[in-house]
């Protein structure tokens, strides 16, 4: 009987890369590169085309083609509902790894990335998350730490967003427990994923020493300049996590929501939409009946509201 020595070395395979990729034949290729230097082996990876209407496919097809071995998995799926989200549930239903590290399409990674996150899990079997700082670049040059932080993680991921995509590698049952990316969120998804993987408890451990990701930042991020130009996209999402604190019981996390609210609307002030910040302090100011956060919340959306920096970090102690 012949043996089909792929999958045995496919079975092999500690950890799948999943991408999402949408209209991005342009620049796509940075990151693939950064996949193709890894030093780790076996190592699969999914691109996930999101419904692209550019050159996507072919430059994908075109790599898969160049680098594609046992050792060195690559599968192209696609998916076409819209978002990032919707893409990387579609890659999540191909991966057959222990572990699913989530990636984007315009980030780097240097070589040596994935096999320190595998030996970082052989070196911790009891952890469920392993995480680390990353490095974001901006159009200008200019750099940025961002940190991923191991303690205070429900607090960190609401306001700093801890449990971004590209901070850290989980095992794959505990992305499919959590129920997977919500689609319907169309902007700070990693954020509402992260939520819901943190209420159920995972353990978490925190790689240190050097930077092994750098995050590359272009005016056409998710983001984008303007908060309020998406100010639907940001409250749904805010919306869906409350959703997740109702079903778990956790008044604090609750007050989380209503203070990055309450950020947000300052965002709102400060880029001159004031009806936007009116409304939305309404609200915040409907959900809390308590006088000495409402005082919180009307003290972050003014130093916001001013591009003063910094505030959940002041008023962390407050919560």
């Known amino acids: 009987m012949n043996r089909d020595v792929s999958s045995d070395r496919v079975r092999q395979a500690r950890m799948t890369v999943v991408i999402p990729v949408y209209n991005r034949a342009e620049r796509v290729m940075s990151t693939l ?20 209407n550019d050159d996507t496919a072919v430059t994908l097809s075109r790599w898969q083609s160049q680098v ?10 696609c ?19 222990p572990l699913t590290m989530f990636f984007d399409s315009d980030d780097l990674m240097t070589p040596g990335h994935c096999k320190r996150v595998v030996e970082a899990f052989e070196s911790h079997p009891e952890a469920d998350i392993i995480g ?4 974001t670049v901006f159009p200008d040059g200019s750099t940025r730490k961002v940190i991923f932080a191991d303690r ?5 991921d609401v306001f700093q967003g801890a449990m971004a995509t590209q901070r850290y590698v989980a095992r794959t049952g505990i992305f499919r427990e959590a129920g997977g990316w919500n689609a319907g969120c169309m902007g700070w998804n990693d954020i509402e994923l992260g939520l819901r993987i943190l209420l159920r408890k995972p353990r978490v451990v925190k790689l240190g020493g050097d930077i ?5 930042h272009t005016a056409d991020s998710i983001t984008g300049a303007s908060f309020s130009a998406k100010s639907a996209v940001w409250e749904h999402t805010l919306d869906v996590m409350e ?13 989380y929501l209503n203070f990055r609210r309450a950020i947000l609307a300052g965002d709102y002030r400060r880029e001159g939409a004031t009806d936007r910040s009116h409304r939305l302090m309404a609200e915040v100011m409907k959900k809390e009946k308590k006088p000495c956060y409402r005082m919180l919340y009307r003290l972050a959306v003014r130093y916001r ?14 919560f």
């Open 68 to 77: 594609a071995t046992d050792d060195f998995r690559v599968k192209i799926v």
């Open 305 to 318: 509201g001013a591009s003063l920096p910094g505030i959940s970090k002041l008023l962390r102690p407050l």
């Open 212 to 216: 092994t990701v750098n995050i590359i």
């Open 243 to 255: 959703e997740s604190a109702d079903r778990a019981g956790d008044i604090r996390l609750k007050r």
């Open 132 to 135: 680390w700082d990353c490095m």
């Open 152 to 156: 205070d993680l429900l607090w960190n």
């Open 79 to 97: 998916e076409k509902t819209p978002g990032a989200a919707a893409a990387r549930n579609r890659g999540l239903d191909e991966v057959i790894t």
């Open 33 to 52: 590169r950064s996949l193709e230097a890894q030093t780790l082996r076996p190592l699969d990876i999914v691109l996930v085309d999101n419904n692209s």
